[in-house]
């Protein structure tokens, strides 16, 4: 089975600093893709960044960019000038054709930006 | 992408009685997906609600607990049944027309007292 595991409960960061959020996963499947979640208070999800298990370049989004591992089974999320407004709970999570296109979501991860 | 609705956005029950959750969605979808997210917990997935079938549920849950209804490709619903405090949660419905594009709806708070 798929799973997901976030091992930082909670994060803080100066504003203006640099951020990283740590998962690792589990699959013995090849194709696949995975996830970052941004959960603000108003609980709407918000998707961060998305990588393709088959692309070697990592992804990046504006100040958000991954550290995608496929061998050591790792991506991390980092967060580059860090803002007030990404104060939030993040997901990692992970989806694929053949699991049915369910999303597996890690335990989440609280991050606190000090101004 | 997929824009989605849920209503209720929030609800207080009591314990003994029954909600159904709303799930709109602006175009037509096969996967659509209800979550369970515990207060301060993670998203866990309840079931796979299927167009023209019988609901998938994942280990933990039930139908007679969570009946879930989808009677065309943009609009689902999720009872939760017999309340308890326990079922206080926010349910998430979502959608996954590809395993890389997924989107949620803006969930519904419920509070059983």
């Known amino acids: 089975a798929q799973t997901v595991t976030q091992s930082q409960p909670e994060m803080s960061v100066q504003e203006a600093e640099t951020v990283t959020l740590s998962c690792t996963y589990d699959?013995?499947?090849?194709?696949?893709?995975l996830f970052w979640y941004k959960q603000p208070p108003s609980r709407q999800m918000i998707l961060v960044i998305r990588?393709?298990?088959?692309?070697?370049q990592n992804a990046t989004e504006n100040r958000f960019s991954v550290n995608f591992q496929k061998a050591a089974k790792s991506f991390s999320l980092k967060i580059s000038d860090s803002q007030l407004g990404d104060a939030a709970m993040y997901f990692c999570?992970?989806?694929?054709?053949?699991?049915?296109?369910?999303?597996?979501f890690g335990a989440g991860t609280i991050l606190r930006v000090k101004s | 992408s997929a824009v989605i609705s849920q209503k209720p956005s929030r609800d207080i029950c009591q314990r003994g009685t029954s909600l159904t959750i709303q799930c709109q969605v602006d175009?037509?979808?096969?996967?659509m997906f209800w979550y369970r997210q515990q207060p301060g917990q993670s998203l866990t997935l309840i079931a796979t609600?299927?167009?023209?079938?019988?609901?998938?549920?994942e280990s933990g849950f039930v139908i007679d607990k969570f009946p879930i209804s989808r009677p065309n490709l943009t609009f689902s619903t999720l009872t939760v049944s017999n309340m308890s405090p326990e079922d206080s949660s926010i349910y998430l419905c979502?959608?996954?027309?590809?395993?890389?594009?997924?989107?949620f709806g803006p969930g519904t708070r419920l509070t059983v007292t």
């Open positions: 979502s959608v996954g027309p590809e395993a890389y594009e997924q989107y």
């Open positions: 699959t013995s499947e090849s194709d696949y893709y």
């Open positions: 990588q393709e298990a088959y692309k070697q």
């Open positions: 999570a992970y989806s694929s054709m053949e699991y049915g296109n369910k999303l597996v």
């Open positions: 175009s037509q979808v096969t996967m």
């Open positions: 609600a299927n167009q023209g079938s019988e609901a998938t549920y």
